[in-house]
T-cell receptor, first 113, second 115 residues
Framework: DTGVSQDPRHKITKRGQNVTFRCDPI?????LYWYRQTLGQGPEFLTY????????KSRLLSDRFSAERPKGSFSTLEIQRTEQGDSAMYLC???????????FGPGTRLLVL | SQQGEEDPQALSIQEGENATMNCSYK?????LQWYRQNSGRGLVHLIL?????REKHSGRLRVTLDTSKKSSSLLITASRAADTASYFC???????????????FGRGTQLTVWP
């Protein structure tokens, strides 16, 4: 299966620690997206890349968050100095082209204690 | 802020019945997508319907789009217990001053199908 994969699937950390998540998109997809979902809500957009270029960042993405997509392949999302409010499911998606279907990975569930 | 809103928030039916969920949105769109999410899992793509399309089918799923009313519906026929999940609509909202591509989701409809 060559769908979108995310690692880790679950992460528990203490407040103030840094965490990093990885997303591997579908191989031929040039667009990669990060979303965050809290309980009872739909996913909310964080940022997206076209190849290695980060084209847009949401206001939800504070300066503690940074995302990269070196070489236009996998992407990482790092959260520095985590806060309890960062607890959520972090979802990655990829697509081939701007108006095409976005395929989601299984998500990384983050719990900040 | 979220642009799509699904209705109802929760729907409970028996196996074999049809389930209809509605989605309303606020701005012009290029396309609208429906996703399913089982509890605590990732989103599974169901159907993408473009703004120049009015209806689309996939197996037991039927999606309609009315751009004049800024609304869409998802019909699941002959429902099964395995259809129990949250269903989300997502729009691209291309004229909201952002670059193309980001999706806007509603809060979803929680569908429960009883055996």
């Amino acid at each position: 299966d060559t769908g979108v994969s995310q690692d880790p699937r679950h992460k528990i950390t203490k407040r103030g620690q840094n965490v990093t998540f990885r997303c591997d998109p579908i191989s031929e997809h040039n667009r990669l997206y990060w979303y965050r979902q809290t309980l009872g809500q739909g996913p909310e957009f964080l940022t997206y890349f076209q190849n290695e270029a980060q084209l847009e960042k949401s206001r939800l993405l504070s300066d503690r968050f940074s995302a990269e997509r070196p070489k236009g392949s996998f992407s990482t999302l790092e959260i520095q100095r985590t806060e309890q409010g960062d607890s959520a499911m972090y979802l990655c998606a990829s697509s081939f082209g701007v108006r095409e279907t976005q395929y989601f990975g299984p998500g990384t569930r983050l719990l900040v204690l | 802020s979220q642009q799509g809103e699904e209705d109802p928030q929760a729907l409970s039916i028996q196996e074999g019945e049809n389930a209809t969920m509605n989605c309303s949105y606020k701005t012009s769109i290029n396309n609208l997508q429906w996703y399913r999410q089982n509890s605590g899992r990732g989103l599974v793509h169901l159907i993408l319907i473009r703004s120049n399309e009015r209806e689309k089918h996939s197996g037991r799923l039927r999606v309609t789009l009315d751009t004049s009313k800024k609304s869409s519906s998802l019909l699941i026929t002959a429902s099964r217990a395995a259809d129990t999940a949250s269903y989300f609509c997502a729009t691209d909202g291309f004229d909201r001053g952002s670059t193309l591509g980001r999706l806007y989701f509603g809060r979803g409809t929680q569908l429960t199908v009883w055996p």
